[in-house]
């Protein structure tokens, strides 16, 4: 089923970790109440997570524990893109031939682990104690499965280095200087690769359109490198004042999000508009 919003409502699409979810992966309760009650946007989580991990975080949070999120996703960076009720609109994966390629160099950084996602699971080829960590930080193991040969042949959306030491992504970034895929450092301790020319602001503008809302005024807050193109895409974007510099850069307004929460101060812009 089609869902269609009226074009009047303007779109809100945040980012979770670092700016929607405080350091303890909570959701402040300014914004609980507004993602519970407020009819007057359309509320668009943009994360470089998977649904299933953001789903569990909402359930974390006592939030749609019993149905599903009602809000449109865009997932793996833009690589999967969901209407609300969880509804798989598309997914963008590698060419299986640059894939492989990623796989056999990834395979080769020895001591960095990483995991792959497929539209909906992520697999973990490396098994570390950090990759365990990344693991319990990001819910994989809620849909964590096994990456046998048959899985290294369908198309996968995104590749995801974890580690505590800025050197070794930095060795990884490297590793694929070059290569015709889209990079980004997600937060400190994580570098991604997605298809070339997937991203979060892109997705956003692919996402309007399958929702025909392609007039909607677009708001955005994120917090991290992979932030960066959807705050550039939208017609007012925010970064808390926790986020990297890259997205402050990039952002029209700062938010102070332990005083004010994440949703008011953008949706007072987005009504005021």
Do not use: W
């Amino acid at each position: 089923m089609v869902h269609y919003f009226p074009m009047t409502k303007p779109i809100i699409a945040f980012d979770m970790d670092g700016t929607l979810l405080d350091e303890n992966s909570r959701i402040r309760p300014r914004d609980k109440e507004i993602l519970l009650n407020c009819r007057d946007a359309i509320f668009v989580v943009a994360s470089g997570r998977q649904r299933f991990s953001i789903r569990q975080t909402f359930i974390e949070n006592e939030l749609f524990v019993d149905e599903p999120l009602p809000f449109p996703l865009a997932m793996a960076n833009g690589g999967v893109l969901y209407r609300g009720g969880e509804e798989l609109i598309e997914a963008t994966g590698f060419d299986l031939d640059m894939q492989e390629k990623l796989l056999q160099i990834a395979d080769g950084l020895e001591g960095i682990p990483y995991a792959v996602h497929g539209v909906d699971c992520v697999m973990t080829p490396k098994r570390t104690q950090l990759n365990e960590s990344m693991e319990v930080y990001y819910r994989i193991t809620v849909a964590r499965k096994a990456f046998t040969d048959e899985a290294r042949k369908r198309p996968l959306i995104k590749f995801l280095f974890f580690s505590e030491r800025l050197a070794d992504l930095q060795m990884a970034e490297r590793a694929f200087s070059g290569l015709p895929v889209a990079t980004c450092y997600s937060s400190r301790v994580l570098f991604e690769i997605n298809p070339l020319g997937v991203n979060k602001g892109e997705a956003l503008r692919r996402l309007q359109k399958r929702l025909g809302m392609e007039d909607a005024l677009l708001f955005t807050a994120g917090d991290g490198g992979n932030d960066v193109p959807m705050l550039k895409e939208a017609n007012v974007s925010f970064a808390p004042a926790t986020a990297s510099q890259a997205a402050k850069d990039a952002a029209d307004e700062i938010i102070d999000v332990d005083k004010t929460g994440l949703l008011a101060p953008m949706l007072e812009k987005a009504l005021g508009h």
